[in-house]
């Protein structure tokens, strides 16, 4: 965790979007709160950190490669992947502590060795260059072992920013799903880590798993062809990133509970178990790092009744960076939830659009989900059902990506009522590709 400087921060605002009516006896308000960060390339720099003026924070980034003996097959995978690991490489700012590790049944280091971290300069990328030569595939797969050697190495440079890359090409067959779960638990907080399936012979759910538990993104390169672009381009995120730790923090009045807190832009993803006790009545929810974004989270409080013409504040958010010393900075931003009670039938049952365009979101990963599970247990009617369900919402709140997506597993019959007929044979890669890609959102039309 780095300590920031206040004039050196990204300028953070929090904009609220709700209906604060609620109807008499009614208890649940719902908001959308959306997170901006602007001013980065320049801002970000944390205090004492170490890397060249006007470059940036001070970032760590472990790679890690997965050289299990599947990689071998064919022997381009292998090589895409080497070429990828270069690609990053290169993309890597002067001054970045980094390290490339070699995922199978055991996890080693392959570059620089020695239990440490190098800094980025023009040698020491050649020499991770030339050291991802050496890379070959054979041997099992133990996910859980390749995050805790990150996690040492990361931790024992002094750096503000701490990111993984991790690649697999196959499921986690060489350890038991409770060890990479513990493994996950431990990292969690400590770093960020974007997860990438290569070919189509690994579990979805672990790969989109591994991204969630750490605040990373997961997807998949059905063509192992197209890994150096990724991981370029995951760096060049990584690189833009200014601001480790950010914390959604919620304040509650007595008699007021939080029902849930997701993310649900650019991604879904649950938080409200997340959370952590942060004094009388609030809580902190993580967020991971930001660079220069915006994202979108859905808040829904539980609010006591009152009467008529009362008004209340249900929740109030704020942003925070938790320090080493146990405190926490306050970055500024806040951002208010109201409650106000009224007989106005039209204010009270009008839903506010951007509270329904992303609970359709959620609702409509949650469809596609659900789909594919029900596909692949044999329930055709079922899978049908959830199916058509999420073309409907797709088509509804322009998400022409996913519509795309389902459009390789179903045939669209009427997209506006979601009747669909499934294809009788679908390209794996194309549902893996819709399960990996089904919690991806579009933001509201302005």
């Not at 040492?152 to 350890?175: K, P, Y």
């Not at 902190?284 to 660079?291: L, N, R, V």
């Not at 997209?415 to 009788?424: D, F, H, N, S």
């Amino acid at each position: 965790m780095a300590n920031f400087s206040k004039s050196n921060v990204p300028q953070f605002s929090v904009d609220v979007y709700q209906n604060e009516y609620l109807p008499d006896g009614g208890r649940e308000v719902n908001a959308i709160v959306t997170v901006t960060a602007t001013g980065g390339g320049t801002v970000g720099t944390a205090v004492g950190a170490s890397y060249a003026p006007g470059q940036g924070p001070s970032a760590g980034v472990a790679i890690m490669v997965d050289c299990s003996g599947s990689m071998d097959y064919p022997p381009t995978k292998m090589r895409n992947a080497r070429d990828a690991t270069a690609a990053a490489i290169d993309t890597l700012r002067d001054g970045t502590h980094f390290a490339v590790i070699g995922g199978t049944h055991v996890a080693k280091e392959v570059f620089p060795g020695g239990g440490r971290l190098a800094v980025a300069d023009r040698t020491t990328r050649e020499q991770a260059k030339q050291a991802l030569r050496k890379l070959s595939a054979g041997g099992g797969t133990a996910i859980g072992t390749w995050l805790r050697l990150a996690d040492r190495l990361l931790s024992s440079a002094d750096v503000g920013i701490r990111h993984g890359i991790l690649l697999t090409d196959g499921r986690n067959e060489h350890e038991a799903p409770e060890d990479l779960k513990a493994a996950l638990d431990s990292c969690a907080g400590r770093f960020t880590c974007d997860a990438r399936g290569v070919g189509t012979d690994w579990e979805v759910k672990e790969v989109t798993g591994i991204a969630s538990a750490l605040l990373g993104t997961a997807d998949i390169v059905a063509d192992p062809t197209g890994l150096a672009a990724d991981f370029t381009q995951m760096m060049e995120t990584a690189m833009g990133k200014e601001v480790a730790d950010v914390a959604l923090r919620l304040w509650t009045p007595v008699g007021t509970t939080i029902k849930f807190v997701k993310q649900v832009a650019p991604t879904v993803e649950e938080l409200t178990g997340r959370r952590t006790e942060a004094g009388p009545r609030a809580g902190d929810y993580p967020t991971g790092s930001w660079g220069d974004e915006s994202r979108d989270y859905h808040v829904c409080v539980e609010v006591p009744t009152a009467g008529l013409g009362q008004e209340m504040l249900a929740a109030r958010v704020s942003l925070i960076v938790p320090q080493p010393d146990g405190s926490v900075q306050n970055l500024g931003a806040q951002g208010l939830i109201r409650a106000v009670w009224t007989d106005d039938m039209a204010a009270s049952t009008s839903i506010n659009p951007q509270v329904a365009h992303y609970t359709g979101q959620a609702e409509l990963a949650q469809a596609i989900q659900q789909g594919l599970d029900l596909r692949k247990a044999g329930d055709m009617d079922g899978a049908t059902a959830k199916l058509g369900r999420a073309v409907q919402l797709a088509s509804a709140s322009g998400n022409a990506d996913t519509a795309k997506l389902l459009a390789k597993v179903v045939d669209v019959v009427d997209a506006a009522t979601g009747t669909v007929r499934l294809k009788a044979k679908v390209a794996e890669a194309d549902e893996m590709t819709l399960e990996t890609r089904s919690t991806k959102t579009v933001r509201v039309k302005k």
